[in-house]
Structures are given as structure tokens and as C-alpha cells.
């Protein structure tokens, strides 16, 4: 077989035989940035029968260059695959990873048992299940738990040589296989025949990008999303530093990064935060924009100093510490930005130092009110980090001029689930009323309406067990302040209520919600802080 790969840098359409074998020389590389197999049984079946029917599957977008090197899996589903001779034009998947992972284990025959010897099975041998066709129901299955003769493996069905001889057998039977038949046979024939013929005729459009721009490869993989699970900037500095020597060992960003949390002490109910977060830490680290970070410049930081890999996570670690200071629930996490800023603004401090928590307190509170993260352009970001970092250390600076900022608390506008402001008055209000271990299992869903055509109005909404809403009812219509204490209903919204003056009860009940929060934002000290006075 020729060792060119059947596309250059046009798009080309290859039938699946043509690709797998492409697959299997070694001509089309799965980089490590993508994430494992993860289709389950049915989602592979579907793209069978798809094929089966004539349904287009998509196109594979696939990155050729010369010039960068990318970890690459040694093996897909089990099955080995070599890596690119040195010095030529490299083909890295993009985007059909799943799909490609699909075909390859579905028509390759299946590996003989011990065929790993008394090597040790890493996760890139697993491989899924064997799929068959079941002539008689005329449908793809998962394994041939029935052991039937007319259940046949997948790989027949693009060799029309070994699909005649398979038939043959069925018809004469021998080695172990009951003879049928031909007039039973028959039909089912032509039933294999047509899928033999719609495997055959498949045809994969093959999308390249030739370029050896390592920025445009990255837009082009932030952009493709098959699964419906975007790729993220991570996946691709993950493959382009994997390797690296730490300390002995090669260092793989997934891994470590897994490591670190795993070895960390949370706060309570925290969690670890995902690993494009955690990459954005490190930018902050270098100095570097969170956003609109080269790629390039960025991979030759990490590989100088991929100690920051273990720094990053550690800082993350100690902001979720600082941050379970203010917040009574990890829910509560306005932006999370929030964490990630006070990460980067920790970068420096030794992990003893004491910093000035009623800045960070007044901070995180101020910047969750004025929405400064609500929508977050780099200069903006930066701005904010610069203040928090010098305020943290004890040297506040005035509240940046291009950054909203208001001395009079604003009104609460709604209480709705994902609104950064609402979480945050929600976790105070879940103290209040001692309904914390509620938030906590439910986050912001815990959030009820009493009447439904006044939606999210904060009024309206009570921090409250959705099955319990009759207990709710009973204790407005009884007054029963013990029960509603740290509610924020007073005599006169029992009153409305009692009246069945829903508007007013709302309304009331708003106003003291309001009340209260702008006691809080009054301690805040706004005007100091936008001044810059301690």
C-alpha cells in the first residue's frame, strides 16, 4: 500500500477504507488534546445506521504542518498506530474524533484474547464493545451475547471477498457453524449485500488546514464542537507541552493538574475548578491577558517553567480558602472570575503571608454589585486585578476610572438563578434563614416562587424547599414569625397576604429585602474604597 497519505492540501473525499488505512499508517494523528472515547453504545450504533441509510456523517478537519509537534495518541481503541516519520507533513485531527474512533474499533476484527501478553492495559487498549448485525432483525447490536451464526462481525461488511466466503460456510456449514437453508439464506444475503454495498459506498469529506500558524489551528479547534462539548484552548497547550521533563518525569498538564487537586485540601463543599480555569491562572501568572494570550508565547512560558502547572492549582486552592470566608456556600461564587483574579492576585505572596481580607471582603462584595464582570474585555479585567492585587498588600489604590462604580446601592433587580448579584444576596440570605445546607444541595434552584406571574420579581422568591410549599402557605397565613425569620416578611406582608393583596406583599417584602442589602453595601464603605482609602 502506498505510504502517501489519499489527501493533500485540497479537501478530498475518502471512502472508510481509504481512511482507516490512513488511520493506520499513521497519515492522520489524534493529538492528546482531545478528549478520551467517550460515545456510548447507542450514539455508535446511530452513526451506523446512518451510514447504513445513506445519511451524510460530516467531515473530519484535520491540521497539516510541518513545522509542530503534537503529543499524539500511540493507540486508538487498542489498535497501535505509528507515529509520523520525522521531518515530514503531519496530519492532526481537529475535529471527528469520536466518529473516527467509532469506525476504526467497528471495523477492525477483534483482537485475540491475551494478544496484550503480560503487558500492562492503559486506558488507550480499552476498546468498546464489538458491534454485529443481526441479519434476521436487520439491525446493528452491541456484542453477540447469543452466540448466532447470523450475527456477523462488522468487518465483513467491507471485504466483499470474506462476506461471500462467510456465506458459503452458512450455506454448507462446518467449523462449528449449522448449516441454513438457501432458501432462508437468500434473503438474508441480499440484506447483507446492501449493507455491504452503503459501507462501500460511504464517502468521508476530508477538510484540511495547511497552515503552520500554531494561532489559527487553535481558533480553527476552539471552534469545532461535534459533540456538543467545546474544546477549549487548554486541550491544545496541553498537547503542545506534553512531555516536558519535570523533575524526571514528562509532564502532562491533564495530569497534573488532577494530581494537584487530588492531593488538596478544599474548603467544605468545594470543588476543583476546571482546566481551562486553572490555564487562565496561569497566564495571570506570566502577566500575561487572560483572554487573548498567544499561543506560542505561552507554550514557551509553561515549557521554561512548567513548575507553574503545580503553582496554579495551589493558588486556586488558597482563593477557595479566602473566598469560603465570605461566601457561606460555594454556590454562591459570583463570577468566577472572582476566584480566578484572587488567584492571580495571591501569585507571589508566600503561602503564610496575611493579607488584608476586609479589602478582598469589600472587593468581592463591591465588584458582584457594580457587575464589573458581567461582561469582561481584557483592559477591564486587568484594570481590576491591578487593584485587587495592590489592596490585598495592604496598598489600595483608587477604584479604576474606566470601571462602573456607585456610592448609592443600586435596587435589586431580580433574583434570578444565574444573575451574579442574586447568588450573592442568596447566600446571605441562606444564613439568615438557616437554609445554607438547602443552597448548598440545590445552589441558586432552591429558589421558589410563591405566585407564578410574578416570576423572578425578589419579592416574589423565597429560599425555600420546592416540596414544602404548603408548609410556606401555612406559616404566611398563621403569621408565624418564627417559622419565616430571616424571610424577610414583616407584620404588614402578613397583613397583604391575609388580604390576599399579592402586589403589595411582594412589593413590601421587596422593599425590606432592599433595606437590608443596603445596610450591607453601606458597610461596604464604597466610598472609601472607589477613593481608595483604607
Known sequence: MSTTAS??????????????ADVRLGHIQIPRFQRPFVWKDERRLDLLRSIYIGIPIGSLIVWRTSETQLACFRKIAGISIPAPPAGQVVSYLLDGHQRLTTLLSTFSPSPQPGANGSQEVTEEDERPDQIFFDLEKDEFIVGNSTKSDLCLPMNLFLDAVALRKRFRLLERGGEGVTPINPVRLDPLQERAEKLLYAMQSCRIPIVPLTTNS?????QTFYRVNSLGMPMTEFHMISALTW??????????????????????TLPPGWEPVDEQQTL??????????????PVQLLVDRIKKHPEVAREAVALLVR???EAARILTSPQSVPYQLHITLTAIALHGLPPDAAIDREFLRRWWGLTTIWGSFASAPSHRVTAALRHLKAGIRGNPEPWPELLFRTVDAPQLPNLEPRNARAKYFVDWYAKASSQVDLLNTHGTRALVSLDRKASIRPGNRFLWPSDRMKDLKDALANHDHATLAGHFVDEGCLDAWSAGD?????????????????????????????????
Open 502 to 534: 399579592i402586589d403589595t406583599f411582594i412589593s413590601r417584602r421587596e422593599a425590606l429585602m432592599n433595606a437590608a442589602e443596603a445596610e450591607w453595601y453601606r458597610g461596604l464603605r464604597p466610598d472609601d474604597f472607589i477613593a481608595g482609602r483604607p
Open 319 to 321: 482563593a477557595m480558602h
Open 214 to 218: 500554531l494561532d489559527l489551528a487553535t
Open 7 to 20: 489527501f493533500v492540501s485540497q479537501p478530498q473525499v475518502a471512502d472508510i477504507v481509504q481512511l482507516l
Open 280 to 293: 487562565s491562572v496561569i497566564k495571570g501568572m506570566f502577566g500575561m491577558e487572560l483572554s487573548r494570550a
Open 243 to 264: 512531555g516536558i521533563k519535570v523533575a524526571g518525569t514528562s509532564l502532562d498538564l491533564r495530569q497534573t493538574f488532577e494530581d494537584e487537586w487530588a492531593a488538596s
